[in-house]
């Protein structure tokens, strides 16, 4: 989620279909909203919690579903840390040490840089469309909320999703996640609907952990562009230790 | 005017008296040696142990010491300071920081404990310094250093000098990662139990592992006496008061596995001092009986002179008890002596032992109350109480068979 593009999808009206068509429509126009062939973009991150708040500023490129790169510019500590993911495998690069450690699957869950986005967010390639059957749950003039249930054979920690778009432009409002005991365990919602080299999104997506007050992530997009031809070169091992 | 008659007794058969004193002043002085130095052994235990990284006390957070997290820090403010060394006693205190990390050198990779010490307070407070087997120990100013325990340094096939590459969790959330070099290695492989442990200068682990300046995990504190550290814990916790909720623990209770093992330790060692005193009591027994029944012909003619029962029996109690008083007066002085040569020299054990990871060479013995007391109690009871029934036999005893007995 945190990957991508969108693709400029067109407004649609929440009267024009029957309700099963609108309701794939607005899953695929949301799974399409942060993906595109490629990217290149520039990111804030603002992680608090109880004990500490950190500010983030990062690079990202990505391509496709499989390929993501991110590199750190701040805080000075931090420069140059970067993740490279390549489909499911995942390694981080500590400039300072020297060091490219790969990311065991046992720590897919853990937190990415210390945030409230696990290293599994970042190396997701399931889609809504895919892997979740969406009904419409409610709908007014103004919102649109979908419950999406994880289909049986899919493996996730997210069994259902509940989620709401803008009726006007199905622009994401909120996600919030269920746990396996159907409890919500976080919540994303999405401000800021800005355009970027002519593609529009929420700038802003917040991420409040549901089970561990005062834990909160913002990740703002600064500058984007979008399906400019980058090299597959940058997503290998050699780019990820280049200084 | 019995009294009299008893004390001079004593010194009339000079040579009897003198043998049964001798038995009196060895049992004491044996009975005392062994609780010197089992006294004194546990004390040498406490302080090398305590010395070794626990020290006397400890402050952390409330709840730190049962579920040690990176966030659960104390400053070391003024208050806090002035709270440690106003305690009287006080000898000095050392700030740490903890944190777990993962160590890379060249292809090995080991995880271990961080520690992180401060370069000067450290040195004063235990022994770390001294247990630097190669290389040197963090200078004042030191920057990105590290100081492995030989057990690591073996796994990681470490020497001075190499530059180790460390990653770790930061209090902010961020991946800790910095490169240390080498500068010393703690204890000698094979010999003592040395974890796996690596130490950074105070100021360098903070860095490293983001942490605001002045923050810590524990304060360590060293008393003079390790035995007034109870007392010493409640005091600081009072000065301290409840608002930083803190808690202060004795050392005791920061390494309760260790001290309940030493208690135990510690009681099977009285079931053998004990066996010494009953054999004390037995020879101060067998030297007192001997010298009552020889003298029963003596006894006879005293009763046939018309001297009642009673007096005879206090007579012979007496001339006991005045007999063990004179001896406890060398015995007292010989065990002091003995006991604090002991405590000074010790004596050396041949092969070293090793105790919840700490060598020891020596043993100690130790002079307090306990290694004075214990033993006159138990020779003056052995002796008075042996006493009583030859007294009593003696005072019942027709003066004619008396007379004729040999």
Redesign the interface.
């Known amino acids: 989620m945190l990957v991508g593009l969108v693709v400029a999808a067109a407004p649609i009206r929440a009267d024009s279909a029957n309700s099963a068509t609108l309701v794939d429509r607005i899953v695929d126009h949301i799974d399409r909203l942060y993906r595109s062939e490629d990217s290149h973009s520039h990111l804030e991150m603002i ?1 608090s ?1 109880p ?2 708040e ?1 500010r983030l500023k990062m690079e990202m490129w990505t391509r496709g579903l499989k390929e993501t790169l991110i590199r750190i510019h701040a805080p000075r ?2 420069v140059g ?1 970067t993740t490279l993911r390549k489909g499911p495998e995942m390694w ?1 690069f ?1 400039p ?4 490219v ?1 790969k990311v065991p699957p046992s720590m897919m869950m853990s ?1 990415w ?3 409230d986005f696990s290293n599994d967010d970042l190396v997701k390639e399931s889609t809504f469309t895919d892997d979740y059957t969406a009904t419409l749950e409610s709908a007014d003039d103004s919102l649109l909320t979908l419950t999406l249930i994880a289909g049986e054979h899919t493996a996730t920690l997210w069994p259902r999703i509940s989620l709401t778009v803008r009726a006007i432009d199905l622009m994401p409002v909120t996600e919030i996640y269920y746990d396996e005991k159907d409890r919500a365990a976080r919540r994303i919602e999405f401000e800021d609907v800005t355009e970027f080299s002519g593609r529009t999104l929420p700038a802003t997506m917040a991420m409040t952990s549901l089970n561990k007050p005062g834990h909160r992530t913002i990740i703002r997009y600064v500058e984007a562009e979008f399906d400019t031809g980058i090299s597959d070169r940058l997503f290998s091992l050699r780019e990820l230790q280049r200084r | 005017m019995l009294a009299r008659i008893a004390f001079r007794n004593v010194f009339r058969q000079r040579r009897r008296s003198l043998f049964t004193s001798l038995m009196m002043v060895g049992g004491f002085t044996l009975s005392s040696l062994s609780i010197g130095i089992s006294d004194g052994s546990y004390a040498h235990l406490i302080d090398m142990f305590t010395r070794d990284q626990t020290g006397h006390l400890q402050i952390h957070r409330q709840g730190y010491r049962q579920q040690p997290s990176l ?1 659960a820090t104390l400053t070391a403010d003024e208050r806090l300071v002035r709270a440690i060394e106003h305690q009287s006693g006080f000898a000095a205190w050392a700030p740490r920081v903890y944190a777990p990390g993962l160590a ?1 050198l060249g292809r090995k990779t080991a995880g271990a404990r961080l520690v992180g010490v401060d370069p000067v307070r450290e040195p004063a407070t235990t022994r770390l310094k001294q247990k630097i087997s190669e290389g040197r120990f963090f200078a004042a100013d030191e920057g990105n250093s590290i100081i492995l325990t030989c057990t690591l340094a073996e796994v990681l096939d470490a020497d001075i000098g190499d530059e180790i ?3 770790g969790q ?6 800790a ?3 240390f070099s080498i500068v010393g290695i703690v204890g000698a492989s094979g010999r003592t139990r040395v974890g796996r442990t690596y130490y950074l200068p105070l100021d360098a682990a903070r860095r490293f592992l ?1 942490l605001p300046r002045a923050h810590v995990h524990e304060i360590a504190v060293v008393l003079e006496d390790h035995r007034d550290a109870d007392a010493a814990a409640d005091e600081i916790a009072q000065r301290i008061g409840a608002a930083d909720n803190l808690e202060v623990a004795p050392w005791r209770m920061v390494e309760w596995e260790f001290y309940r093992a030493m208690k135990v330790d510690q009681e099977g060692m009285w079931v053998s001092l004990l066996i010494i005193v009953i054999i004390v009591a037995i020879g101060v027994l067998n030297t007192v009986l001997m010298s009552v029944l020889e003298r029963t012909r003596e006894f006879g003619v005293l009763r046939a002179m018309g001297t009642p029962p009673r007096a005879l029996f206090s007579m012979i109690v007496l001339e006991t008890t005045f007999l063990t008083l004179l001896s406890l007066i060398p015995a007292v002085s010989l065990s002091v002596i003995l006991n604090f040569w002991l405590s000074q020299q010790g004596i050396s054990i041949p092969n070293p032992i090793n105790y919840g990871g700490v060598l020891f060479s020596h043993i100690y013995s130790e002079v307090n109350a306990r290694v004075l007391w214990l033993p006159g109690l138990v020779v003056l009871l052995a002796s008075v109480g042996v006493s009583l029934f030859p007294a009593w036999r003696t005072a019942r005893i027709a003066p004619a068979d008396a007379m004729r007995a040999h």
């Open positions: 992680i919690n004990n500490w950190r500590k931090d840390i981080n500590f300072r040490i020297d060091k450690m937190s840089m210390g945030s | 966030h890379f590459a460390l990653i930061g209090a902010d959330g961020s991946i990662n910095d490169l983001s």
